[in-house]
């Protein structure tokens, strides 16, 4: 009877051992996330400055939204953030397959294309607003070899929003060389040499060879371009502080702008909560793709 008791203890405490593993971590994961999360769709159905009591609106704020044309536009921005930095992960391959060889120096080579990932967005931010400079920067001088005036991008409308997302595909194509640098050591050389027995080579060799076994970091790659994309932030405030008169304000600028500066906590967490379910949607269909893989 006692070996039974022992036993039947030994299976329940075998069966929670890894709740104990992962309780720190789902704590820690509730009180930092879920807990804000929660919090921000309650201040959000809330008309709130952040110092006095709370107004209940409900849903009023979701619905000003609609009539916001900053926050239209911001949403549009966005979108061509979203759009334009996918070209990172294509970047982030061609270079990849360009690097992987074994030559003299290519170390050296590859640690200047490692370079933009190092280094802070705010530093990236700062060198990218000096070489738009129309006055002294890099791209003015290129301008003036050519015969051509120099264009003030950051302080045109039109051009501000893609000269923030030319400095954002920067570091994140090399992010993405780093993945794709991985994921080619790990390439079956077998298969790519019965490949190029049975005729494979070039883009053939690379759609049906390479690319299969690359999807992992082309699934991570993409995962991480998105979220950055969608969550763009630091760049913006660095480099035109959302200007010229808001044309390149995305939605966690909006958000900030609306939240900190106009005192509008309810209103900026409503603008808050739209980004974290566009994300909820983008994230929720490459965990699809993982696990469909996986299966």
Known sequence: MKQAAQYKLYRMQHKLAPLYFLLPALLLFGVFVLFPIFQSIWISLHKWDGFGPMKWVGINNYVRLIGDARFISSLKNNGL???????APVFGLALALFLNQQVKGIRVIKSLFFFPFVINLVVIGLIFSWFYNPDLGLLAEIFKIFGLKPIPILADENLATYGIILAGIWPQTAYCLILYLTGLTGVNVQIVEAGRIDGAGGIK??????????????????????????????????MTAGGPWGSSYVLAYHMYDEAIFNYKMGYGAAIAVVLFLVMTVFIGLFLKNIISSEK
Do not use: E, K, Y
């Open 205 to 238: 060799m690379l759609r049906h060879v390479i690319l299969p076994q690359l999807r992992p970091a082309t699934i991570v790659a993409l995962t991480v371009t998105v979220i950055g994309s969608l969550r763009s932030f630091d760049l913006i405030a660095i």
């Open 81 to 87: 953030w979203l759009a334009l930095m996918m070209l």
